[in-house]
C-alpha cells in the first residue's frame, strides 16, 4: 500500500460513490456567482455567511433551509438549472465521485416560464453534456419537499415515471426531504407506494429530529419500506424502529458534516454511523449539501477514518459496498465493480 500517500489523498483517490445529494445545497460559492452575475445581482447580495456554513460552525436546523430558499431564488431559470447541475457534476467528479445520484424538487415558476417539465429536462440535458466529458456515472432521484402538497407530490412521481422511460434510466427514483420539522410523512404513502409500484425506488428521510423517534410516520415510512433511508439519526433511539431497519436491511445514507453542522447530532463522534457500522449494517457515505455545509466526499471519508478509527482497505470496503446500494441496475453495479477493482490495484500498489 502506499503510505506516502496521506489520508486526505488517499480519499480523494478512492473512486467514490454519492448517493445522497440535493442540487440546490450542492452548489458551490463559485457556481453562485455566477448565477448572482446572471440574473444581474450585485456579487454582496448573498455573502459567504448567508449562502454556506463554514469550517467549525454549527448552525440550526432552520438554518440550512433559509439557504436553500436563497440559492433556489437565485436559479429560477431553466439556464440556471443547467449551469448549476453542471458545474455540480464536475465538482463531483474531480473529487473522485465515479457514480452520482443526484436527487432534486421541480419547481414551477410562473414569472420565466419555468415548469416541473422544463426543470427536470434542463437537469437531464446537463447530465446528457458531461456524459461524456467527466468520470462519472449520473443518475437522478426526483425530490417531495415535505412541505408540499399530496397533489404536487403527485405530479412529481407522474413526471418521474414519465421520464423513466424519455431519459433512458437516468431517472430511478423518488427522494422524500425538506424540513422534518413540517409536515406529516404519512400524507405521502399512497403516493410513494404508487411510484414504488411502478418500479422507482425510495430514499426516504426519516428520523432526522428527536421528534421523529416516537412519531408514528416514522414507522409508517420504513414499512413502505424504502430502499435507502436519508440519515435516519434517531432510529437507534427506538428498539421497534430499529428491528425494523435490521429485518428488511434498509441501508443509511449518513451525512456526517451535515448533521454535525446542522445540529442534529452533537460531534463527528457522537455520530449514529458508530452504531450501525459495528453492526455491520449497510452505511454508504454521503454529502447531503456540499455547498451549504462545505464539504466534499473525500472529506466526508477522512472524517470517518480518524474519527473512528477506519483503515485505508476499511475505507476501501465502505466504498466497494456503496455500489450494492445505487439504483442503477445489476449490469451498471457489475461495471462500476470492474471499474473499482481496476482502480484498486493502482491505489494500493507499492511505489
Ligand atoms: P433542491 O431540491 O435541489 O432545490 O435542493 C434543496 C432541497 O433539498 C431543500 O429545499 C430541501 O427540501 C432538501 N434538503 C436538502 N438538505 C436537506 C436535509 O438535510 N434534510 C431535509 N431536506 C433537505
Ligand atoms: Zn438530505
Given at each position: 500500500m502506499d503510505e506516502a500517500l496521506g489520508l486526505a489523498e488517499f480519499c480523494r483517490q478512492l473512486p467514490k460513490v454519492e448517493l445522497h445529494a440535493h442540487l440546490s445545497g450542492s452548489v458551490s460559492e463559485t457556481t453562485i456567482q455566477k448565477l448572482q452575475v446572471k440574473k444581474g445581482v450585485g456579487h454582496d447580495h448573498a455573502h459567504q455567511g448567508d449562502i454556506a456554513i463554514g469550517k467549525g460552525e454549527t448552525r440550526h436546523l432552520e438554518e440550512p433551509f433559509r439557504i436553500f430558499k436563497i440559492i433556489q431564488d437565485l436559479s429560477d431559470t431553466e439556464e440556471a438549472i443547467f449551469t448549476m447541475t453542471e458545474d455540480v457534476i464536475s465538482e463531483f467528479a474531480a473529487d473522485g465521485v465515479r457514480?452520482?445520484?443526484?436527487?432534486?424538487?421541480?419547481?414551477?415558476?410562473?414569472?420565466?416560464?419555468?415548469?416541473?417539465?422544463?426543470?427536470?429536462?434542463?437537469?437531464?440535458?446537463?447530465?446528457?453534456?458531461?456524459?461524456?466529458?467527466?468520470d462519472v456515472v449520473v443518475r437522478l432521484l426526483l425530490a417531495i419537499d415535505r412541505r408540499q402538497s399530496v397533489e404536487t407530490a403527485t405530479t412529481t412521481v407522474r413526471l418521474a415515471q414519465e421520464y423513466v422511460l424519455r431519459s433512458d434510466g437516468v431517472v430511478v427514483g423518488i427522494d422524500l426531504s425538506g424540513n422534518?420539522?413540517?409536515?406529516?410523512?404519512?400524507?405521502?404513502?399512497?403516493?410513494?407506494?404508487?411510484?414504488?409500484?411502478?418500479?422507482?425506488?425510495?430514499?426516504?428521510?426519516?428520523?432526522?429530529?428527536?421528534?421523529?423517534?416516537?412519531?408514528?410516520?416514522?414507522?409508517?415510512?420504513?414499512?413502505?419500506?424504502?430502499?435507502?433511508?436519508?440519515?435516519?439519526?434517531?432510529?437507534?433511539?427506538?428498539?421497534?424502529?430499529a428491528d425494523m431497519v435490521v429485518d428488511k436491511n434498509i441501508p443509511f445514507e449518513i451525512c456526517l458534516t451535515s448533521n454535525v453542522k446542522a445540529q442534529t447530532v452533537a460531534s463527528y463522534s457522537d455520530h449514529h454511523f458508530q452504531h450501525w457500522y459495528s453492526?455491520?449494517?449497510?452505511?454508504?457515505?454521503?454529502?447531503?449539501?456540499?455547498?451549504?455545509?462545505?464539504?466534499?466526499?473525500?472529506e466526508e471519508y477522512r472524517h470517518a477514518a480518524e474519527t473512528f478509527q477506519l483503515t485505508r482497505p476499511d475505507l476501501w470496503d465502505l466504498s466497494y459496498h456503496s455500489i450494492d446500494h445505487t439504483f442503477g441496475g445489476e449490469d451498471l453495479k457489475q461495471q462500476l465493480r470492474d471499474k473499482w477493482n481496476t482502480e484498486k490495484e493502482k491505489l494500493f500498489q507499492t511505489t
Open positions: 457514480y452520482l445520484e443526484l436527487r432534486s424538487t421541480p419547481r414551477h415558476v410562473p414569472h420565466t416560464g419555468m415548469t416541473p417539465s422544463t426543470y427536470v429536462e434542463s437537469i437531464l440535458s446537463a447530465i446528457q453534456t458531461c456524459k461524456d466529458r467527466e422534518p420539522a413540517v409536515g406529516d410523512g404519512r400524507d405521502f404513502i399512497p403516493v410513494l407506494k404508487e411510484a414504488q409500484n411502478s418500479g422507482l425506488k425510495l430514499a426516504l428521510h426519516i428520523a432526522e429530529i428527536s421528534q421523529q423517534a416516537t412519531s408514528p410516520e416514522t414507522a409508517a415510512l420504513l414499512s413502505l419500506p424504502p430502499d435507502r433511508v436519508g440519515h435516519g439519526t434517531f432510529i437507534h433511539h427506538n428498539q421497534d424502529l453492526k455491520k449494517h449497510p452505511c454508504v457515505l454521503c454529502t447531503d449539501d456540499k455547498g451549504v455545509f462545505c464539504t466534499t466526499l473525500s
